[in-house]
């Protein structure tokens, strides 16, 4: 390659590559989109393919505010569409023509610019904030309404953060919704996710390289849930290691209440972690995710309380790691849904020659025993938006989550991996956590080494 060529790419590569990383030292604002750790080109692109599928509609999308409690978290569709995080912004995208003379515009409120005594000074309206985020204008929230006054009396339909209609009620869409109908009563007011959502279902490479820190984070924590689960630890206790574990890669939240059932626990899907002691003998579902970068990991392992499977757990985990992982094997991009991977697992613990008691007493096929949907969709959501009946393209990012779960016997059994769709198949997003039995009893013998 000649110098001239090579120093061409690298321009090139400059225009694609990501931001670079935010300095430690705080030097850029909180709520920048730098922190995303995406390229802005990402968000011009999703902002022009969203104008375009508005049509002659407009876009008026307003961020929560920061509440008194617990951590700012960006409304999801605004992030996705800007990266940023700071709490009350507001995007404005007008279709050609409108009297706003921009294709965009971003409302943040003023916060004074440089660190303030009682918390963040995030992102401010200005130039700054229009370099950072790659969106001219960038004005206050302040004089938003006014400013947009002559679009929204124009706009024939306007697309808002959800929820519309009845389900808007004592929400803060329907505050929205009433400024809109006072302005121009005759604009139909619908959901930005019926355009959003089908987008938000093929993730990028960057959003990839969020969901795999998730992974690492969410797996950080499993590690820590597997070397204190013993008999008489408490179940809000492996969850405080958890979340140690969690904070330690980077970790600020959680995709969701992290799941530490024991025993009987084990059987229900959604338990929340709670005030009970484990005792030998008694399994542990630990189903967990790690948020980063506003995208969340989503794992579940099940360990024995002493550390070792009795063999009719075993022989149940055994058949649950093997369900996961024929369904993984079976999807093809392009051409599988989420059904077939249901209708899949559902055949394979029918064919199982395993049997358990369903509560009537009566002897029954596995399948009986499989409470829930075998997969969901992952990203910014831990249940993600996007059509349930899409077909797996490449970039697509889902959970495989196998359970059985028997109360007669006191056996709740999960595993869950996260997946991304791959042109070949299906490409495990969390590999770094083996799932087998004797690798789970060998996991709780290990030490922490770092
Ligand atoms: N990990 C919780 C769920 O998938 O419902
Ligand atoms: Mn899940």
């Not at 519309?164 to 869409?173: K, M, P, Q």
């Not at 121009?184 to 990839?208: I, Q, T, W, Y």
């Not at 025993?263 to 959604?270: C, D, F």
Request: charge should be neutral.
């Amino acid at each position: 390659m000649t110098r001239r060529t090579g120093l061409l790419l690298l321009a090139a590569a400059a225009l694609i590559l990501p931001a670079p990383a935010p300095r430690a030292d705080g030097a850029r604002p909180a709520g920048d989109p730098s922190y995303s750790g995406q390229p802005l080109a990402d968000f011009a692109a999703r902002r022009a393919a969203l104008r375009k599928a508005a049509g002659d509609g407009m876009v008026l999308l307003i961020g929560s505010p920061a509440g008194e409690e617990g951590k700012y978290r960006p409304d999801s569709n605004l992030y996705y569409l800007t990266g940023v995080s700071a709490p009350s912004a507001a995007l404005v995208i007008v279709p050609p023509d409108d009297p706003l003379n921009a294709n965009a515009a971003l409302y943040l409120p003023q916060t004074g610019g440089s660190a303030t005594r009682f918390g963040e000074a995030y992102l401010s309206p200005g130039p700054d904030a229009v370099a950072a985020t790659g969106i001219d204008p960038v004005h206050r929230l302040w004089d938003m309404w006014d400013e947009i006054e002559p679009s929204i009396r124009k706009a024939p339909r306007i697309y808002i953060q959800g929820p519309v209609g009845e389900a808007a009620r004592y929400t803060a869409s329907a505050r929205t919704i009433d400024r809109i109908r006072a302005i121009n009563p005759g604009a139909e007011v619908l959901d930005v996710g019926r355009l959003v959502n089908a987008m938000r279902l093929k993730k990028s490479p960057a959003e990839l390289d969020a969901l795999r820190a998730a992974g690492a984070a969410t797996i950080e924590g499993m590690e820590g849930a597997a070397r204190s689960i013993r008999p008489d630890a408490v179940e809000l206790a492996v969850e405080g290691e958890i979340l140690a574990g969690f904070r330690r890669k980077g970790a600020a939240r959680e995709g969701f209440p992290c799941i530490v059932g024991s025993g009987p626990n084990a059987t229900i899907l959604h338990h929340t972690s709670s005030d009970r002691t484990m005792a030998a003998g008694e399994l542990v579902v630990v189903d967990i995710g790690a948020e980063v970068r506003c995208f969340s990991g989503d794992v579940t392992r099940t360990f024995p309380v002493n550390g070792k499977f009795t063999p009719r757990q075993r022989q149940v985990y055994d058949l649950v790691l093997a369900v996961q992982k024929a369904v993984s094997e079976a999807v093809v991009p392009g051409k599988t849904t989420l059904g077939d991977l249901n209708t899949l697992a559902r055949r394979l613990f029918r064919e199982s020659p395993l049997r358990a008691k369903g509560d009537d007493g009566t002897v029954r096929t596995m399948d009986a025993f499989f409470a829930h949907s075998i997969s969901h969709w992952l990203g910014m959501e831990v249940h993600d938006v996007g059509s349930m009946g899409a077909t797996l393209e490449p970039g697509m990012v889902l959970t495989i989550e196998p359970g059985l779960y028997v109360p007669g016997e006191g056996i709740g059994i999960r595993i869950e991996d996260d997946y991304v769709v791959t042109e070949r198949g299906a490409e495990k997003l969390t590999p770094g956590l083996p799932s087998d039995a004797a690798s789970i009893e060998k996991l709780m013998r290990s030490k922490r080494t770092r």
